[in-house]
T-cell receptor, first 108, second 112 residues
Framework: GQQVMQIPQYQHVQEGEDFTTYCNSS?????IQWYKQRPGGHPVFLIQ?????EVKKQKRLTFQFGEAKKNSSLHITATQTTDVGTYFC????????FGRGTSLIVHP | DAGVIQSPRHEVTEMGQEVTLRCKPI?????LFWYRQTMMRGLELLIY????????DSGMPEDRFSAKMPNASFSTLKIQPSEPRDSAVYFC??????????FGSGTRLTVV
């Protein structure tokens, strides 16, 4: 099946530092979705990107979809303790496959 | 809308017992998904339905697992007989046209 690889697996940052997680696929994705899961919680949908080269922003979060539609990234500017959680990308040709996620740990 | 509702939130059962997990999707959503989440394997898609019809159950690990969606507002995932390796968090999610899944709060299953 389609594989969506996500790196890094974990990221420790000091509060105020930036954070980026990357999602890569060996095949072209029709779209990419991003989710956030707080510790002990459930995944919550953040955004979907569809177009090649698309960039979308949500406050301090910036989402990008690569030109070849094979990679994507999520960048958080000036992290806060409320950003703690695991960020998943999900992509595919029809039903999205979830990456393994990047766990963000923010130290105050 | 109350979102996707799953029950029970926690289930502890003995090996060999039957376990039934329940899900009420968001009204109007035409897709329903069952996922299993573990540290070892991440989020695994078990099965999904479109308009109450099972479309792909290739992720169901064994014949011990079965899922039904008798109507648009209810689905069940059944494990019979349960085994310790089935211990995981099981999520139900629904969506409209596969745009942005809404997940339920999950059922944490422990099989002892």
């Amino acid at each position: 099946g389609q594989q969506v690889m996500q790196i890094p697996q974990y990221q420790h940052v000091q509060e105020g530092e930036d954070f980026t997680t990357y999602c890569n696929s060996s095949t072209t994705l029709s779209n990419i979705q991003w989710y956030k899961q707080r510790p002990g919680g459930h995944p919550v949908f953040l955004i979907q990107l569809v177009k090649s080269g698309e960039v979308k922003k949500q406050k301090r979060l910036t989402f990008q979809f690569g030109e070849a539609k094979k990679n994507s990234s999520l960048h958080i500017t000036a992290t806060q303790t409320t950003d703690v959680g695991t960020y998943f990308c999900a992509g595919g040709s029809y039903i999205p496959t979830f990456g393994r996620g990047t766990s963000l740990i923010v130290h105050p | 809308d109350a979102g996707v509702i799953q029950s029970p939130r926690h289930e502890v059962t003995e090996m060999g017992q039957e376990v039934t997990l329940r899900c009420k999707p968001i009204s109007g959503h035409d897709y329903l998904f069952w996922y299993r989440q573990t540290m070892m394997r991440g989020l695994e898609l078990l099965i999904y339905f479109n308009n109450n019809v099972p479309i792909d159950d290739s992720g169901m690990p064994e014949d011990r697992f079965s899922a039904k969606m008798p109507n648009a507002s209810f689905s069940t995932l059944k494990i019979q007989p349960s085994e310790p390796r089935d211990s995981a968090v099981y999520f139900c999610a629904s969506s409209y046209k596969i745009y942005g899944y809404t997940f339920g709060s999950g059922t944490r299953l422990t099989v002892v």
